[in-house]
């Protein structure tokens, strides 16, 4: 899902960078506000599991491979505007050390998977929690399908800019982008939930420590 330089057209990049540092700026504002001590931690865990995650990919179909995105991971545990800022991170790293990504796209990639992955992951976690509410596989439901979902929507983001930008037709990087990540999602999905199951039976605190942060 890393777009590379020369992929997308200077206008596409441009507003992608405006959107982009907007989202985060507003990120970083919230996060002085709100950000606890137990928090700051586990910001640099978090952000630290997800690169080396990223770095290790699995074969999906037809040649293709996927890798974590961790964005809703991210705002499971971190909430979304520390979960922005920890994907942030994770890509620019990527960007300047490995060419992961282009720096011209990467307004474009944090947009798609900082932005977009995180707050998709946190709205649609937060949201089959309360309607699934106590139920004892709220917790796995939820994670598997915010993870899932998160890498569908980022992906059609990054193939709408593709299309905007004239790079592929809208007929071919929609489809294309969106089922093969529907397919890599499911292995997001299937990693979200095992981290969530290995923190509920030895850190269980920490899939509930932004939302006491919020409620202190």
Do not use: C
Not at 159 to 167: C, I
């Amino acid at each position: 899902m890393h777009i590379p330089d020369g992929f997308i057209s200077t206008g596409t990049a441009a507003v992608s960078w405006l959107a982009s540092a907007g989202s985060v700026g507003y990120a970083v504002r919230r996060v002085n506000r709100q950000l606890g001590e137990r928090q700051v931690p586990l910001m640099g865990v978090t952000a630290a599991f997800i690169f080396a995650a990223q770095m290790m990919n699995f074969t999906v179909a037809g040649g293709t491979s996927g890798h974590l995105l961790g964005g809703a991971l991210a705002a499971i545990l971190l909430g979304p505007w520390a979960g922005m800022l920890v994907l942030t991170s994770v890509l620019v790293v990527q960007a300047l050390l490995f060419q992961d990504g282009g720096l011209v796209a990467l307004g474009a990639n944090v947009l798609n998977m900082a932005v977009i992955g995180v707050l998709v992951g946190w709205v649609v976690y937060t949201g089959l929690r309360r309607l699934l509410s106590d139920r004892p596989w709220a917790t796995w439901v939820s994670g598997f399908a915010a993870a899932w979902l998160s890498v569908v929507i980022a992906s059609l983001a990054a193939a709408v800019e593709l299309a905007v930008s004239g790079t592929s037709p809208w007929g071919v990087a929609l489809p294309a982008m969106g089922l093969v990540h529907m397919l890599i999602g499911i292995g997001e999905g299937l990693i979200t939930v095992a981290v969530l199951a290995f923190l509920r039976v030895t850190r269980p605190d920490l899939l509930t420590l932004y939302q006491k942060a919020q409620g202190a």
